[in-house]
C-alpha cells in the first residue's frame, strides 16, 4: 500500500524535475558585459584515450567554452558545438586547458574555444585546430613526474578547508530512522568526522528559517519570534567545533506573501514576504539574538541571502522583488552590526553575480561576499567580474559545488567523482576563499529520504556512516603539507588527464598526490586506456621510507565492495561490517629506487584513481 509520505515524495520530485532547469530573468542580466576576443595560441595534443587543448588566457574571462565538430574530407561536419561532458550544468571551465576524452579515437575534430565574461555570455571562436585521439595499443604511457624535497615552495591553498553544506540543520534532531539507522545522530557525526579529519570550519544548509523550527509565527496579527530550535541546532554545530553559515530563508509561511508556493518534500516557502518591514524585523531579531548568545564569534559568521532565487524552483517573485529581498535583508543584519558579513546572491550556475554587484552599485547595499553554485565543473575564476564591477575586496564564496546537480545520479557514489572533487581544489585554489562541497553526509531528504544505501545520494558519506570516494579525497587532501611544490610533468597524459599536487610539511616529509581524471561522465566507470604509469622522482630524498595510499575501484570504493558482497537496498547486519572495509583506505610501504640523489617511485595509475605518495622527513 503506497502511503501518503510516498505520494509527497513523489509529488515534490516531479515538480522538481519539471522546474529545476527553469531559470528567472536571464536576458539583460547585466548593462555593461564587456565583448572578449577569443583565445590565442590554441594547441592540441593527442594522447591515448583523449585530446589536451591548451590556450592563451584572455583578460577579463571567467572562463573558456570548449567546442567541437567532426571533420569530413578535412572540413568540419556541422557547426562547433559545445563539447557536453555531462556535468548537467556550466559546461564552461576556468582553466586554459582542457581535456577532452568523449570522441571516437581515430576520429578526427576541429576544436575552438571561446571566452566567457559572464556565465550566459560567450564571445567569438577561436580559429580551429585539429586533432583526434590515439587508439590505445595494449602499452601502458608514462607520465614521469620530478618534485624536488628542498624547493622553497609557496603556501598551499585549501579552498576545501573554510566550509561544507549540509541538509537542513533541523534533521539534527530528527529521531526517525533511514535503513535502520537514526537521522539526526548519523548526521552529526558525519559533521563531526569532517571536522576532525578534514578540518573544515563551517557548515552550510538551507532553511533556518522553515516552520519545523519554529522562528516565526503571528498571533492575533502580530508577530511573535522563537530562536529556541535555532539555537538547539547552532549548539550542536558549535559543540564540535564548527559555525554555521547563516543562510538567510526559506520564508516563514505566517510570512508568506503566498505561503503555497513551496520546494522540496518538506515544503520550503519560496515565497516574498507579505510585509517587507516584518522580514527586516524577523531577520535584525534573528541576528541580535545570535550575537547576544553566542558573542563576537557572530562577527566571522557569513550571512547569505537566500538559495538559487535565479531558478524559479526556489523564488516565486521576480528578478527585481530578489533584489529588494537582498537589499532589505543585508541592511537588516548591518542595523545589529555592520561587521557582520553579507553576501549572495547564492545562486544556481553563476548567474546573477554580474546583477547583484551592479544593483548594488546602485542601492548601496553591502555584498561582503559574493557566493554561487555550479556542479559538474571547477567554479569559474570570479576575479575579473569583482573587479570590472568595483568589489576587487569581496570574498568569492562557491556555497554549493560537486559533480552533478542531480538527486539520485550514480555518479556521485563512485571512484570518478573522487577524481572530480580533486580536479577542482586543484583549480580553484588560489582564487576562491572557500569551494563547499555539497554535501556531507546521505541523511539527505530534500526529494524525499535515501530509498537504499547506494541510491547516488550527494553525501560524502553513507546512511550507516561509511566514507564514499569523495571524502576519501577530501581525507587525501587534507594529508597535504603547507608548502606546495613544484612538479615538472611531462608525457602523455601529463598536466590533464595525469594532475599531481605536491607539498612539503613542517616535520619536512614530502606528500604527492596524483590522480587520472576526466570531467566526461560518460568515462565514470573507467577506461583502461585513460589509464597510465606514473614515474615520480623526488629530488633530494634516496633513502627515505616511502609509503603509498591508493583511491580506486579496488581501494576504497564502497560500489565495488558492496557489490562483491551481493548487497540489496540496505546490507544485512554482518554486510554492514563488511563493507567498513571501504571505510579507510589501507597505506602500504613501498620501496623506491635511488637514482642520482632521488627516491624514484613507479606505480600504476587507472581511470579514475588516486594515489599519495608520501616520502618521511630526513
Same mark, same amino acid.
Given at each position: 500500500?503506497? *502511503?501518503?509520505?510516498?505520494?509527497?515524495?513523489?509529488?515534490? $520530485?516531479?515538480?522538481?524535475?519539471? $522546474?529545476?532547469?527553469?531559470?528567472?530573468? /536571464?536576458?539583460?542580466?547585466?548593462?555593461?558585459?564587456?565583448?572578449?576576443?577569443?583565445?590565442?595560441?590554441?594547441?592540441?595534443?593527442?594522447?591515448?584515450?583523449?585530446?589536451?587543448?591548451?590556450?592563451?588566457?584572455?583578460?577579463?574571462?571567467?572562463?573558456?567554452?570548449?567546442?567541437?565538430?567532426?571533420?569530413?574530407?578535412?572540413?568540419?561536419?556541422?557547426?562547433?558545438?559545445?563539447?557536453?561532458?555531462? #556535468?548537467?550544468?556550466?559546461?564552461?571551465?576556468?582553466?586554459?586547458?582542457?581535456?577532452?576524452?568523449?570522441?571516437?579515437?581515430?576520429? *578526427?575534430?576541429?576544436?575552438?574555444?571561446?571566452?566567457?565574461?559572464?556565465?550566459?555570455?560567450?564571445?567569438?571562436?577561436?580559429?580551429?585546430?585539429?586533432?583526434?585521439?590515439?587508439?590505445?595499443? #595494449?602499452?601502458?604511457?608514462?607520465?614521469?613526474?620530478?618534485?624536488?624535497?628542498?624547493?622553497?615552495?609557496?603556501?598551499?591553498?585549501?579552498?576545501?578547508?573554510?566550509?561544507?553544506?549540509?541538509?537542513?540543520?533541523?534533521?539534527?534532531?530528527?529521531?526517525?530512522?533511514?535503513?535502520?539507522?537514526?537521522?539526526?545522530?548519523?548526521?552529526?557525526?558525519?559533521?563531526?568526522?569532517?571536522?576532525?579529519?578534514?578540518?573544515?570550519?563551517?557548515?552550510?544548509?538551507?532553511?533556518?528559517?522553515?516552520?519545523?523550527?519554529?522562528?516565526?509565527?503571528?498571533?492575533?496579527?502580530?508577530?511573535?519570534?522563537?530562536?529556541?530550535?535555532?539555537?538547539?541546532?547552532?549548539?550542536?554545530?558549535? *559543540?564540535?567545533?564548527?559555525?554555521?553559515?547563516?543562510?538567510?530563508?526559506?520564508?516563514?509561511?505566517?510570512?508568506?506573501?503566498?505561503? /503555497?508556493?513551496?520546494?522540496?518534500?518538506?515544503?520550503?516557502?519560496?515565497?516574498?514576504?507579505?510585509?517587507?518591514?516584518?522580514?527586516?524585523?524577523?531577520?535584525?531579531?534573528?541576528?541580535?539574538?545570535?550575537? /547576544?548568545?553566542?558573542?563576537?564569534?557572530?562577527?566571522?559568521?557569513?550571512?547569505?541571502?537566500?538559495?538559487?532565487?535565479?531558478?524559479?524552483?526556489?523564488?516565486?517573485?521576480?528578478?527585481?522583488?530578489?533584489?529588494?529581498?537582498?537589499?532589505?535583508?543585508?541592511?537588516?543584519?548591518?542595523?545589529?552590526?555592520?561587521?557582520?558579513?553579507?553576501?549572495?546572491?547564492?545562486?544556481?550556475?553563476?548567474?546573477?553575480?554580474?546583477?547583484?554587484?551592479?544593483?548594488?552599485?546602485?542601492?548601496?547595499?553591502?555584498?561582503?561576499?559574493?557566493?554561487?553554485?555550479?556542479?559538474?565543473?571547477?567554479?569559474?575564476?570570479?576575479?575579473?567580474?569583482?573587479?570590472?564591477?568595483?568589489?576587487?575586496?569581496?570574498?568569492?564564496?562557491?556555497?554549493?559545488?560537486?559533480?552533478?546537480?542531480?538527486?539520485?545520479?550514480?555518479?556521485?557514489?563512485?571512484?570518478?567523482?573522487?577524481?572530480?572533487?580533486?580536479?577542482?581544489? $586543484?583549480?580553484?585554489?588560489?582564487?576562491?576563499?572557500?569551494?563547499?562541497?555539497?554535501?556531507?553526509?546521505?541523511?539527505?531528504?530534500?526529494?524525499?529520504?535515501?530509498?537504499?544505501?547506494?541510491?547516488?545520494?550527494?553525501?560524502?558519506?553513507?546512511?550507516?556512516?561509511?566514507?564514499?570516494? &569523495?571524502?576519501?579525497?577530501?581525507?587525501?587532501?587534507?594529508?597535504?603539507?603547507?608548502?606546495?611544490?613544484?612538479?615538472?610533468?611531462?608525457?602523455?597524459?601529463?598536466?590533464?588527464?595525469?594532475?599531481?599536487?605536491?607539498? $612539503?610539511?613542517?616535520?619536512? *616529509?614530502?606528500?604527492?598526490?596524483?590522480?587520472?581524471?576526466?570531467?566526461?561522465?560518460?568515462?565514470?566507470?573507467?577506461?583502461?586506456?585513460?589509464?597510465?604509469?606514473? &614515474?615520480?622522482?623526488?629530488?633530494?630524498?634516496?633513502?627515505?621510507?616511502?609509503?603509498?595510499?591508493?583511491?580506486?575501484?579496488?581501494?576504497?570504493?564502497?560500489?565495488?565492495?558492496?557489490?562483491?558482497?551481493?548487497?540489496?537496498?540496505?546490507?544485512?547486519?554482518?554486510?554492514? /561490517?563488511?563493507?567498513?572495509?571501504?571505510?579507510?583506505?589501507?597505506?602500504?610501504?613501498?620501496?623506491? &629506487?635511488?637514482?642520482?640523489?632521488?627516491?624514484?617511485?613507479?606505480?600504476?595509475?587507472?581511470?579514475?584513481?588516486?594515489?599519495?605518495?608520501?616520502?618521511?622527513?630526513?
Amino acid at each position: 500500500m503506497t *502511503s501518503a509520505s510516498d505520494h509527497q515524495t513523489a509529488d515534490a $520530485r516531479s515538480d522538481w524535475e519539471a $522546474r529545476i532547469a527553469l531559470r528567472s530573468d /536571464e536576458e539583460g542580466t547585466t548593462s555593461g558585459t564587456p565583448r572578449l576576443a577569443p583565445p590565442g595560441d590554441l594547441v592540441a595534443t593527442a594522447g591515448v584515450g583523449h585530446v589536451r587543448l591548451s590556450w592563451s588566457p584572455v583578460s577579463g574571462a571567467v572562463g573558456y567554452l570548449v567546442h567541437r565538430a567532426p571533420l569530413r574530407d578535412g572540413v568540419p561536419a556541422g557547426d562547433l558545438t559545445p563539447i557536453d561532458h555531462l #556535468g548537467g550544468d556550466v559546461l564552461s571551465v576556468p582553466d586554459t586547458w582542457y581535456v577532452d576524452t568523449t570522441g571516437e579515437p581515430g576520429q *578526427s575534430y576541429a576544436y575552438a574555444v571561446a571566452a566567457a565574461p559572464e556565465v550566459t555570455v560567450t564571445g567569438p571562436l577561436s580559429v580551429p585546430v585539429h586533432a583526434a585521439a590515439l587508439a590505445a595499443d #595494449g602499452t601502458t604511457p608514462t607520465v614521469t613526474m620530478r618534485v624536488d624535497a628542498a624547493d622553497a615552495g609557496v603556501p598551499l591553498h585549501r579552498p576545501w578547508q573554510p566550509m561544507i553544506g549540509s541538509e537542513r540543520l533541523s534533521q539534527l534532531l530528527c529521531t526517525d530512522t533511514s535503513g535502520g539507522r537514526e537521522i539526526g545522530t548519523e548526521l552529526f557525526a558525519a559533521l563531526r568526522r569532517i571536522r576532525a579529519e578534514v578540518g573544515v570550519e563551517t557548515v552550510r544548509a538551507h532553511a533556518i528559517l522553515h516552520d519545523d523550527l519554529g522562528v516565526y509565527r503571528e498571533v492575533d496579527g502580530e508577530p511573535v519570534f522563537d530562536f529556541t530550535g535555532v539555537d538547539r541546532v547552532y549548539d550542536l554545530i558549535l *559543540s564540535i567545533g564548527l559555525r554555521p553559515v547563516v543562510e538567510i530563508g526559506f520564508m516563514p509561511r505566517d510570512l508568506a506573501s503566498d505561503p /503555497e508556493r513551496t520546494v522540496f518534500q518538506y515544503r520550503g516557502v519560496i515565497s516574498p514576504p507579505k510585509d517587507w518591514q516584518r522580514w527586516a524585523e524577523l531577520v535584525r531579531a534573528l541576528v541580535a539574538h545570535l550575537l /547576544e548568545r553566542y558573542g563576537d564569534t557572530v562577527l566571522t559568521w557569513d550571512f547569505e541571502v537566500w538559495n538559487e532565487a535565479n531558478l524559479e524552483v526556489f523564488w516565486s517573485g521576480t528578478r527585481d522583488e530578489w533584489m529588494r529581498l537582498y537589499d532589505v535583508t543585508a541592511k537588516a543584519v548591518k542595523d545589529v552590526d555592520p561587521r557582520i558579513p553579507v553576501g549572495g546572491p547564492s545562486s544556481a550556475a553563476a548567474g546573477w553575480v554580474d546583477a547583484l554587484l551592479e544593483h548594488a552599485n546602485r542601492s548601496g547595499a553591502a555584498v561582503d561576499f559574493v557566493s554561487t553554485h555550479t556542479y559538474g565543473s571547477p567554479p569559474l575564476d570570479l576575479r575579473p567580474t569583482l573587479h570590472r564591477l568595483g568589489f576587487p575586496d569581496a570574498r568569492i564564496l562557491w556555497t554549493e559545488w560537486g559533480v552533478t546537480p542531480t538527486h539520485f545520479h550514480p555518479v556521485n557514489d563512485g571512484t570518478s567523482a573522487a577524481t572530480f572533487l580533486l580536479s577542482g581544489m $586543484r583549480s580553484a585554489a588560489g582564487r576562491v576563499d572557500a569551494l563547499s562541497y555539497w554535501v556531507a553526509s546521505d541523511h539527505f531528504e530534500e526529494l524525499g529520504r535515501p530509498p537504499r544505501l547506494l541510491h547516488g545520494g550527494f553525501g560524502l558519506i553513507t546512511v550507516g556512516g561509511i566514507a564514499k570516494p &569523495r571524502y576519501h579525497a577530501l581525507r587525501m587532501l587534507a594529508q597535504l603539507g603547507d608548502t606546495e611544490l613544484t612538479v615538472r610533468a611531462s608525457g602523455d597524459g601529463a598536466d590533464g588527464l595525469v594532475q599531481s599536487w605536491a607539498s $612539503r610539511r613542517a616535520d619536512g *616529509s614530502v606528500a604527492v598526490l596524483v590522480w587520472a581524471s576526466t570531467l566526461d561522465q560518460s568515462k565514470r566507470d573507467g577506461d583502461p586506456a585513460l589509464a597510465r604509469q606514473i &614515474r615520480l622522482a623526488v629530488e633530494g630524498a634516496a633513502g627515505r621510507t616511502v609509503t603509498v595510499t591508493r583511491l580506486d575501484r579496488e581501494h576504497g570504493d564502497v560500489t565495488t565492495l558492496a557489490e562483491r558482497l551481493g548487497v540489496g537496498d540496505w546490507p544485512a547486519e554482518q554486510q554492514w /561490517e563488511a563493507l567498513r572495509a571501504a571505510d579507510s583506505l589501507p597505506t602500504e610501504k613501498v620501496d623506491p &629506487r635511488v637514482r642520482g640523489g632521488a627516491a624514484v617511485v613507479e606505480l600504476h595509475l587507472p581511470q579514475p584513481g588516486a594515489v599519495l605518495i608520501e616520502v618521511a622527513g630526513s
